[in-house]
């Protein structure tokens, strides 16, 4: 079973703050994917990293993948209250189709 | 392109009664996945169906059972309800091609009493 570690599962910040969100596995992926859930939604899919080292960045939101394609990182600048919600990273695994592993979860909650 | 689908929204049952969710993907997608979210367990993976067939399966008992119909659109069925099955259930629609976005509904809340 491959399993995502996400951590810190629970982040208080204040408005303008920078964090940064883990997701890591002793699992090697062929790619890795962060969504966020909103309270009431369904995940929404933010990027999808694929190459082991990759950076790819989303306005204030810096996605990055470990070289070994075993870890993933999001790192957030000057935190805004739109920001809140669940960040779930999900493994997407190689070999042909097989299902996606989904991270533990990180509850982020931007006071203003 | 409208979203994915997923009723009810809320339900209530009672220990030992049977449920069924429905999920209708968006246009043109093959494969449907099932979630179950607790805020203990995160979102674990039920099943998968792809052309009306089931493609991968979690680690669940043989309780939750799912089909998918020549349309696309998607049940999954939970008997003899206990306690511990009250949680968010979450269905994403996909293309079917591994890695590719999942687009989830905005889920179906059972609570079982």
């Known amino acids: 079973t491959q399993l995502l570690e996400q951590s810190p599962q629970f982040l208080s910040i204040q408005e303008g703050e920078n964090l940064t969100v883990y997701c890591n596995s002793s699992?090697?992926?062929?790619?890795l994917q962060w969504y966020r859930q909103e309270p009431g939604e369904g995940p929404v899919l933010l990027v999808t990293?694929?190459?082991?080292?990759e950076v790819k960045k989303l306005k204030r939101l810096t996605f990055q993948f470990g070289d070994a394609r075993k870890d993933s990182s999001l790192h957030i600048t000057a935190a805004q209250p739109g920001d809140t919600g669940l960040y779930l990273c999900?493994?997407?695994?190689?070999?042909?189709?097989?299902?996606?592993?989904f991270g533990t979860g990180t509850k982020l909650q931007v006071i203003p | 392109k409208a979203g994915v689908t997923q009723t009810p929204r809320y339900l209530i049952k009672t220990r030992g009664q049977q449920v069924t969710l429905s999920c209708s993907p968006i246009?043109?997608?093959?494969?449907v996945s099932w979630y179950q979210q607790t805020p203990g367990q995160g979102l674990q993976f039920l099943f998968e169906?792809?052309?009306?067939?089931?493609?991968n399966k979690g680690n669940f008992p043989g309780r939750f059972s799912g089909r998918q119909f020549s349309n696309s659109r998607s049940e999954m069925n939970v008997s003899t309800l206990e306690l511990g099955d009250s949680a968010l259930y979450l269905c994403?629609?996909?293309?079917?091609?591994?890695?590719?976005?999942?687009?989830f509904g905005q889920g179906t809340r059972l609570t079982v009493v």
């Open positions: 994403a629609s996909g293309s079917g091609s591994g890695g590719t976005e999942a687009f």
């Open positions: 699992s090697v992926f062929s790619s």
């Open positions: 990293v694929v190459t082991g080292g």
């Open positions: 999900a493994g997407v695994p190689g070999g042909g189709y097989q299902k996606v592993t």
């Open positions: 246009s043109g997608h093959r494969s």
């Open positions: 169906y792809f052309s009306e067939t089931q493609r």
